[in-house]
């Protein structure tokens, strides 16, 4: 009883501080006079009252959270955060069910960029706002931010943390303070979002636009104020601003720092991560351009290069912004994106899939068995980089891939089995495990969610999840073992 008091106390707390993202918000209805500022109000009310009563009844309860619990807390909170910023979306939007208010805020916080609202181009700025506020909460995450704070209410923050990033990246700190850490990357994450929101202001958006898109690019939500996205402004200057800084999101963060802090970029040369990912893109870039050429869905190679560049870089990165309907090209293409999304986002980034350290780690292993059987007598260990990888990280990333096909085929199978479509059921759920949005099909960039029934939502909004918590965090829970003492 004792460990689910001490976690009430820290969920309270961090309630209390989700509470304070409303501000924004309720600034922004009073700007534009869009009525919604009532519904802000109460929610920033309830997210406080709540939290601060759940933390006051369980305030002797107080202590440091077990690894273990980390886990269920950190959980507990992104469903329950999820929830609680439904409300202004329900109070502003009425007939909005729960099922698709919880869809489109869990999109946001998991930066999944799905969305199943049409109309954006004429809904109230302040909801919009909120939409693109989540997904830049949601690119760092929460919790790095909670622990950040709770430090200073005499809470530990390494359990959330380690709860919160799942892989190798989990053990490489910036500083020997976990709360420092969270706090520079924080400020690294708002210079540059402010850097993104002045230059899309520069490439021609209006102010409020480039606010929220920074927020989604910096993020790599991908959502949009415009039902045609990135379409809406047909800006080969916006593209290219938002390709620059979705692939500065997909790159890790803490290299960002050290980039910063040493005024150099020898950091990004020695990464072991950014330079593949780049290298892979730049490729594919090139030979999808090459490929839809050839087909003739563009007259010419540039035309082809500038919508490639863009849709390419957005979808492999877990972003999710789209400028044209590129389900229309030849099916390799936009299928080749949906796999780059799987496989190209870096470790300590805000992008979603496997990662790339993982994807180097399964290459080089591969390539260690092979060798293995021609010399069945050698030592070869694994590097990534200069680091020498332990085999228990090559066992984790192994059972980490297992269950993350798994659960694309289960979700698959689930969408078949209520009457989706094949295609639009396997690219719907790889677009929402790996946090990347637009599928093809009926979930394509031309359309989105909102046609899908309430079980195919719930279906799409658990692969999200999913993806969030790197599998590992939330199937954890449904196992005997953890529950056990």
């Given amino acids: 009883m004792q460990r689910f008091c001490t976690l009430g106390f820290v969920l ?40 601060g009563f759940l933390s006051l009844v369980t305030m002797r309860f107080r202590g440091d959270v077990k690894t273990r619990d980390g886990y269920l807390l950190v959980a507990l909170f992104w469903i329950l955060m999820a929830t609680a910023a439904t409300f202004p979306l329900m109070w502003g939007m009425p007939g909005l069910s729960f099922t698709d208010a919880f869809f489109e805020t869990s999109s946001g916080l998991t930066t999944t960029g799905a969305t199943v609202f049409t109309g954006l181009d004429s809904l109230a700025p302040s909801l919009n706002l909120w939409r693109h506020e989540l997904n830049w909460i949601g690119g760092l995450g929460i919790i790095v931010l909670a622990v950040a704070i709770l430090p200073l209410l005499g809470i530990g923050g390494m359990q959330l943390y380690k709860a919160e990033i799942a892989g190798p990246i989990k053990d490489s700190k910036l500083t020997p303070r976990i709360a420092e850490t969270a706090r520079l990357l924080w400020l690294v994450y ?43 402004f047909n800006s080969p200057a916006i593209e290219m601003v938002l390709t620059v800084f979705m692939l500065i999101s997909a790159m890790n963060f803490a290299v960002h720092y050290q980039a ?45 290069l500038r919508h490639v560049t863009f849709n390419l870089v957005s979808v492999a990165t877990s972003s999710g912004f789209v400028s044209v309907d590129f389900d229309k090209w030849p099916p ?92 639009s059921s396997l690219s719907a759920v790889m677009a929402c495990i790996n946090n990347a949005g637009p599928g093809l099909g009926v979930v394509g960039p031309a359309a989105n ?32 073992a953890f529950w056990r003492k």
């Fill in 332 to 423: 390799f293409v936009p299928w080749w994106m949906l796999y780059l999304s799987c496989i190209t986002a870096c470790t300590g980034s805000t992008g979603g899939g496997i990662k790339m350290f993982r994807t180097l780690l399964l290459w080089k292993q591969a390539g260690r068995e092979m060798f293995s059987i021609l010399h069945p007598r050698a030592i070869n260990p694994i590097r990534i980089g200069d680091m020498p990888i332990p085999n228990k990280i090559i066992f984790s990333v192994l059972a980490f891939i297992f269950l993350y096909f798994i659960s694309i085929v289960v979700l698959t199978f689930s969408l078949l089995f209520s009457g989706l479509d094949p295609i």
């Fill in 449 to 480: 969610y909102q046609g899908l029934s309430d079980f195919q939502t719930w279906v799409c909004t658990i692969a999200m999840l999913l993806g969030r918590f790197e599998v590992f965090t939330l199937l954890m829970l449904f196992t005997p």
């Fill in 12 to 51: 309270g707390l961090i309630l209390m501080v989700f509470g304070l993202t409303y501000i924004l918000p309720i600034f922004t209805s009073l700007y534009f006079e869009d009525g919604m500022v009532e519904h802000f109000f109460n929610g920033m009310s309830l997210n406080i009252g709540v939290g």
């Fill in 260 to 304: 910063l802090h040493q005024f150099s970029f020898k950091p990004y040369s020695d990464d072991p991560e950014a330079m593949p990912m780049l290298g892979i893109i730049v490729v594919s870039i090139l030979i999808c351009s090459a490929y839809i050429t050839y087909f003739d869905v563009y007259p010419d190679f540039l035309i082809s």
């Fill in 190 to 232: 708002g210079g540059i979002t402010i850097a993104c929101i002045l230059s899309l202001n520069w490439a021609g958006m209006s102010w409020f636009d480039a606010i929220c898109h920074a927020f989604a690019a910096m993020g790599l939500g991908g959502l949009s104020t415009h039902d045609a996205s990135i379409g809406y």
